[in-house]
């Protein structure tokens, strides 16, 4: 069955450091790959998309990897911050169908 | 004002009780979804709609039901609530056709207690 798994331990990492949190799934061929930011008691907010044929891709201090190769996407915060904190979820697209299925999310804590 | 709208924002109902979530945008997009999100569960689609007149089953539709009655607006329905149906609710929208872009706009939530 198609899966999608997000760490579901909560990261503490200190400001300034670079935060990484992984999305892997099975079972897929998404054509795009897509970030969330969800702050508590509210709706995800989008914050960055990656196609199947870019590598990399980048927005601030926001870069997003996807290696179809290894069914994996790797979100990272470079310079964290305090306001950093929220929990973090990956969606991939059921190709061409514009459905998407959802990792339960990296909740993510920037010690100041 | 928020571009996608959900009310109520919080209920809390009884066992075997109707009731209607309701969901409206001013984003102009064609395409509205509804989730519900349950600790370590994550978002599961119900059902979505990608005109007024294409509306179609997500992965846990069973005890719910839609109504998209303009392009604007998409309600959900519980008709006979349960507790298990207690769950945080999220109306979303997104505009892939014309744009190209694939990200979807999410509503405030509706928080549903049933007992």
């Known amino acids: 069955s198609q899966k999608i798994e997000q760490n579901s331990e909560a990261l503490n990492i200190q400001e300034g450091k670079t935060a990484t949190l992984t999305c892997n799934y099975t079972?897929?061929?998404?054509?795009?790959l897509q970030w969330y930011r969800q702050d508590p008691g509210r709706g995800p907010v989008f914050l960055l998309l990656?196609?199947?044929?870019?590598k990399e891709k980048r927005k601030e201090r926001l870069k997003v990897t996807f290696d179809t190769t290894l069914k994996q996407s790797l979100f990272h915060i470079t310079a964290s911050q305090p306001a950093d904190s929220a929990t973090y979820l990956c969606?991939?697209?059921?190709?061409?169908?514009?459905?998407?299925?959802f990792g339960t999310g990296t909740r993510l804590k920037v010690l100041a | 004002d928020a571009d996608v709208t959900q009310t109520p924002r919080n209920r809390i109902t009884k066992t075997g009780k109707r009731i209607m979530l309701e969901c409206s945008q001013t984003?102009?997009?064609?395409?509205m979804y509804w989730y519900r999100q349950d600790p370590g569960l994550g978002l599961r689609l119900i059902y979505y709609?990608?005109?007024?007149?294409?509306?179609n089953k997500g992965e846990i539709s069973d005890g719910y039901s839609v109504s998209r009655q303009a392009q604007a607006k998409f309600s959900l329905s519980l008709e006979s609530a349960i507790p298990n149906q207690t769950a945080l609710y999220f109306c979303?929208?997104?505009?892939?056709?014309?744009?190209?872009?694939?990200?979807?706009?999410f509503g405030p939530g509706t928080r549903l207690t049933v007992t």
């Open positions: 979303a929208t997104s505009d892939g056709s014309r744009t190209g872009t694939y990200e979807q706009y």
């Open positions: 079972n897929y061929s998404p054509a795009y």
């Open positions: 990656i196609r199947e044929n870019e």
């Open positions: 969606a991939l697209d059921l190709s061409g169908t514009y459905k998407y299925i």
């Open positions: 984003k102009g997009h064609d395409r």
């Open positions: 709609s990608f005109d007024v007149k294409d509306i």
